[in-house]
């Protein structure tokens, strides 16, 4: 196999996701198409690479001049935000567009395993945009795992005497959950949460 | 989200094996990790697109100038030819170092399905190469499937006045397979094909 091919292989095998064989199928896939996806594949990633920047406020991932898409644009709430753990998170929301604020990206959940400590948060800055944009509201947004539950216990205390609403995630049955299948957890917060 | 990291996603998402969500996860890990990751995979992929090329004798694919390194290889036997379906094949036989030959890849099986009638064969140019390397034994290495087998025999067919003797794989248990666990056909073949 020449050398380009195998560097090739080698990189795309290592994102997330991905293994050697799927690796060698994406690039026979690619090298046989080359017209049609290799080329434009090319051109895409370096748009994406010379144009995509993190917004200096939000750290959304984005393409912009001073600051990204959600955070200039003026028709969303800026006394309402969102915290959430990744971009990608931020896409799902996005993707339900049931919110209109702007948002605050996590760089991880707190994490002691991993050596994640609360300099990953950047707390003081979304205090700082807190008080220039007098919010109103936060909903912290995190998984209901382990990790994000810390997380959010330690942003609730850490902004909790600063007259700001602090809200979370409901808990409840997923859509099309049945009963029978659902974790004791899961279950027993619904029925608390009843109404 | 920025059209051109929603254009590569887009991208990414029609590789095979991959779909919306491994796409975003691939694209975020991606900007993510800017120089550890993306700019080497574009030059990665910049190089391949430049430099790599379909043999002409073999319809590998690979880096070289006039044909590929394997066809190019004097230490290879001329006078031993295997027939593969696609270059995932001849990489999975070279790994295993077992054949000193030449290749031929096929531009895929024979399939009414799909509409592959045997101009994908390139028997014509296989007889052309057998001829002038005086090629004594031809290998048929094609998949166990439908489609492989009627390959094969279309190919036997072929080939039958042409005092070139040709094989095919071997049919038996797999490597660490439990009788038990087979199917009929793998253990009527190991079966039969005793020794």
Redesign the interface.
């Known amino acids: ?5 195998e ?2 292989i080698q ?2 095998s ?5 293994g050697p064989r ?1 690796a ?8 046989k198409n ?1 017209e049609q ?6 051109m ?6 010379k ?2 920047k993190v917004c200096p406020l939000c750290s959304n ?4 001049s001073d600051v990204c ?1 959600i955070c200039s644009d003026l028709r969303r709430r800026r006394n309402l935000v969102c915290v959430v753990e ?3 998170d931020l ?1 799902a929301l ?1 993707r339900t567009s049931c919110f209109s604020g702007l948002y605050h990206v996590l760089k991880g959940l707190l994490s002691s395993i991993d050596g994640r400590g609360p300099e990953f948060l950047m707390l003081e800055n979304l205090q700082q945009r807190c008080k220039e944009n007098s919010v109103e509201e936060m909903i912290i947004a995190l998984s209901a795992t382990v990790e994000g539950q810390t997380t959010l216990h330690y942003i609730k205390n850490f902004f909790k005497d600063q007259n700001i609403k602090i809200t979370s995630l409901a808990r409840g049955i997923p859509m099309g959950g049945e009963l029978d299948y659902l974790d004791n957890g899961t279950l027993l917060a619904a029925f608390s949460a009843r109404g």
Do not use: C, Q, Y
């Open positions: 196999m020449s050398p380009d091919i560097t090739l990189k795309i290592r994102l997330p996701g991905l799927s060698r199928r994406i690039v026979i896939h690619m090298i080359r996806i290799m080329e434009p594949m090319l895409s990633l370096d748009n994406v690479l144009n995509v991932i984005d393409t912009f898409s990744s971009v990608a896409w996005e």
